[in-house]
């Protein structure tokens, strides 16, 4: 069974950083496009940004571009998430996602239970 | 404000039939890109519910499909149980946006 496991959440100031990591299990790694999800209390899904299998290509929601920054360690199945310049904005619960094509656009069959960011001072 | 428009909320009372719809535009859905669906039990992580417009994955009932029409889909859930009450998303891609993916805004369905 494919497993994520997100850690790395916690509170942080206004203009802090922190730095999100996903272990994963289960599939073999570096085949896969992996993603961050978050989701802000009470707020619906949003994409954050997509690294691909080899770690070549990333992809970035305009809200986080130059902020964050994907990256994967294929060595250690890992998954992680650079985050700086916090902003009470970004507070949500953070998922890791596993991506997989079947059709024309990718859908994600695979998510972790989440770990939560808090940005407040 | 997504370009995958759900109506926020819907109801039904078991044993009905209820239809979630997502509607897009010639840039996404009306482009052909596949639209997939999650479930999100209430304080769980989603799951994905149907893949490429009207696939369900292994272990998702019967209940549970999905079609496409022109710019917009839909998620229709028959025989409803109280269990269904939770939030679904809907999910493409927009061949305008920079975004690898988008999510529509969500429904909670509430099972009365």
């Known amino acids: 069974d494919v497993q994520l496991l997100e850690s790395g959440g916690g509170l942080v100031q206004p203009g802090g950083s922190l730095r999100l990591s996903c272990a994963a299990s289960g599939f073999t790694f570096g085949s896969f496009a992996l993603s961050w999800v978050r989701q802000a209390p009470g707020k619906g899904l949003e994409w954050v940004a997509t690294?691909?299998?080899?770690?070549?290509?990333?992809y970035y929601a305009d809200s986080v571009r130059g902020q964050f920054s994907i990256s994967r360690d294929n060595s250690k199945n890992t998954l992680y998430l650079q985050m700086n310049s916090l902003r009470a904005e970004d507070t949500a619960l953070y998922y890791c996602?596993?991506?997989?094509?079947?059709?024309?656009?990718?859908?994600?069959?695979?998510w972790g239970q989440g770990t939560l960011v808090t940005v407040s001072s | 404000q997504s370009v995958l428009t759900q109506p926020p909320s819907m109801s039904g009372a078991p044993g009905q039939r209820v239809t979630i719809s997502c509607t897009g535009s010639s840039s996404n859905i009306g482009a052909g890109y596949d639209v997939h669906w999650y479930q999100q039990l209430p304080g769980t992580a989603p799951k994905l519910l149907i893949y490429g417009n009207n696939n369900r994955p292994s272990g998702v009932p019967d209940r549970f499909s999905g079609s496409k029409s022109g710019a917009s889909a839909s998620l229709a859930i028959i025989g409803l149980q109280a269990e269904d009450e939770a939030d679904y998303y809907c999910q493409s891609y927009d061949s305008t946006l920079t975004a690898h993916m988008v999510f529509g805004g969500g429904t909670k369905l509430t099972v009365l």
């Open positions: 996602a596993k991506e997989r094509f079947t059709g024309r656009n990718p859908e994600i069959d695979s």
């Open positions: 690294i691909s299998g080899g770690g070549g290509t990333t």
